[in-house]
Every structure is written in structure tokens, then in C-alpha cells.
């Protein structure tokens, strides 16, 4: 994602476990001018936690334990 090569859907719509895991803080970080202080900023304007999980934020739901 970082060279723009891929998009947040296509991460977001792919079977992969580490995909599902993964934070949404660090996939948010993962785009090219989005640091830390940006991905933080966006999460609070969505009023997504920083600890949410990327699966979960997509469908709307928590992940399974």
C-alpha cells in the first residue's frame, strides 16, 4: 500500500488471516502521508477505537475470539 499499488477495499476484501488481524491504526499508517499523528486523527473522526481490528471495522462487528 505504501507505493500505491494497492487500495484499502482490495486489502480490506482479501481471505487472509493477517489481513483480518491486523489494526486499523497500522493499515491506516500503511498509506503513503498517513504517520501516526494522521491515522490517529482520522480513527477519532470516525469514531473508530485505535485498537479496532480491520475485519471488524469493515463489517461493523468484533472478531471472534
Known amino acids: 500500500m ?30 503513503p502521508g498517513v504517520g501516526p499523528v494522521k491515522a490517529q486523527q482520522h480513527l477519532h473522526e470516525l469514531g473508530i477505537s485505535p485498537a479496532a481490528v480491520s475485519k471488524a471495522s469493515a463489517h461493523g462487528r468484533k472478531p471472534h475470539s
Open 2 to 31: 505504501k507505493n500505491g499499488l494497492l487500495a484499502l477495499e482490495d486489502v480490506l476484501q482479501r481471505d487472509d488471516q493477517a489481513v483480518a488481524r491486523i489494526r486499523v491504526q497500522r493499515l491506516l499508517e500503511a498509506f
